[in-house]
Nanobody, 127 residues
Framework: QVQLVESGGGSVQAGGSLRLSCTAFGYSVSWYYMGWFRQVRGQEREGVAHINSRSGTTYYTDSVKGRFTISQDNAKNALYLQMNSLKPEDTAIYYC????????????????????WGQGTQVTVSS
């Protein structure tokens, strides 16, 4: 059974930094994509960033470009999100996700591309 376990969330002031980590257990084949999503209560889940696990190509949603960095360590089956210059609007529950294949009819950072999800970790940024 595949499990994704996130850590690293917390509370920071605006302008601060946090690093989220996600470790995948129980999957022995390389992922297609790994990504980070976030969700505010009452709103839809938003794609933040993803990485093509085979090529290393990354993609970021516009609101985090230049502030967030996604990276992976395939040897540790781990995914990271370095978040700098945090803003109050970054406050959300952040989810790690992984896909074992690609659905060509959907955008790459669409939640339906991902078939495995972590439990989420809260990030709170105060002004």
């Amino acid at each position: 059974q595949v499990q994704l376990v996130e850590s690293g969330g917390g509370s920071v002031q605006a302008g601060g930094s946090l690093r989220l980590s996600c470790t995948a257990f129980g999957y022995s084949v390389s992922w297609y994509y790994m990504g980070w999503f976030r969700q505010v209560r009452g709103q839809e889940r938003e794609g933040v960033a993803h990485i093509n696990s085979r090529s290393g190509t990354t993609y970021y949603t516009d609101s985090v470009k230049g502030r967030f960095t996604i990276s992976q360590d395939n040897a540790k089956n781990a995914l990271y999100l370095q978040m700098n210059s945090l803003k109050p609007e970054d406050t959300a529950i952040y989810y790690c996700a992984a896909s074992s294949s690609r659905i060509p009819t959907l955008p790459d950072l669409h939640p339906l591309q991902y078939n495995y999800w972590g439990q989420g970790t809260q990030v709170t940024v105060s002004s």
